[in-house]
């Protein structure tokens, strides 16, 4: 089991950036793959950006593409979001997510470890 505790959220006026981190603990080994969705009210969850311990390999969403950033610190556990010219439908609760399988597969009914979420809200 993997233990995940996001911080980072807050609000931005449209076209801000943040920064949102993602610390892992319990079972790390180098095969758990770590990433992010995001919920708006209302709507499914969906993939942000998944990125792969071993090799660092990312992937990302396409509304996300160019505008989100993710990295990762192997020695410390921790994944980072880099969240550059936010729009309004950005706003949505962030969750970082932990998985075996590969980040480019994901869905949410797919991955078996969650944090528990970071607000972020973006003001047009």
């Known amino acids: 089991q993997v233990q995940l505790a996001e911080s980072g959220g807050g609000l931005v006026q449209a076209g801000g950036s943040l920064r949102l981190s993602c610390e892992a603990s319990?079972?790390?080994?180098?095969?758990?793959?770590m990433g992010w969705f995001r919920q708006a009210p209302g709507q499914e969850r969906e993939f942000v950006a998944g990125i792969k311990l071993s090799g660092g390999y990312a992937y990302y969403a396409a509304p996300t593409r160019g505008r989100f950033s993710i990295s990762k610190d192997n020695i410390k556990k921790i994944v980072y979001l880099q969240m550059n010219n936010l729009k309004p439908e950005d706003t949505a609760v962030y969750y970082c997510a932990a998985d075996d399988s590969e980040p480019q597969w994901w869905v949410a009914s797919s991955v078996k470890n969650w944090g528990q979420g970071t607000q972020v809200t973006v003001s047009s």
């Open positions: 319990g079972r790390t080994d180098s095969t758990f793959n």
